[in-house]
């Protein structure tokens, strides 16, 4: 089984709603949310925050957990996500890497609309429910 963790890393849009962020990963050509496969021994947490950070740049405040995600992947093995719920610890641009060449932040419905995987939209409803 593969370990990743990763965030729903949101802010207060200028609308008054909840934004939340989605990756572009040209290596796959999809959207998702941020995300990786955890070190041998790295806790979930300490994982999460991490792959956010170097997927996007930014450092989080890690917030409640979410439910954990489970799928096969490319290669055939089943794949455990544990996310967060994340607010940025400062704002700042965001600026294209090796893993991620876009970053965006859209609403619930926005960002359900964009991204590829089913399941990332049912994580963001979760998180919905949650944030009100």
């Given amino acids: 089984m593969v370990r990743a963790a990763g965030g729903v890393v949101w802010r207060l849009g200028s609308s008054g709603r909840a934004e939340v962020v989605v990756v572009h990963r040209p290596k796959y050509d999809d959207w998702s949310l941020p995300k990786g496969k955890c070190d041998p021994g790295e806790s979930g947490e300490v994982c999460?925050?991490?792959?956010?950070?170097e997927e996007t740049g930014w450092r989080c405040v890690l917030g409640p957990e979410l439910p954990t995600v489970s799928y096969v992947d490319r290669k055939g093995r089943?794949?455990?996500?544990?996310?967060?719920?994340?607010?940025?610890?400062?704002e700042r641009e965001f600026v294209?890497?090796?893993e991620v060449?876009?970053?965006?932040?859209?609403?619930?419905?926005?960002?359900?609309?964009?991204?590829?995987?089913?399941?990332?939209?049912?994580l963001l409803e979760r998180f919905a429910e949650r944030a009100g």
């Fill in 101 to 122: 060449d876009e970053a965006r932040w859209l609403t619930v419905a926005g960002a359900c609309a964009l991204l590829d995987y089913e399941r990332d939209c049912q």
């Fill in 48 to 53: 999460a925050l991490r792959e956010v950070e």
């Fill in 96 to 98: 294209p890497n090796d």
């Fill in 78 to 90: 089943l794949k455990e996500v544990r996310y967060w719920v994340m607010t940025l610890a400062e």
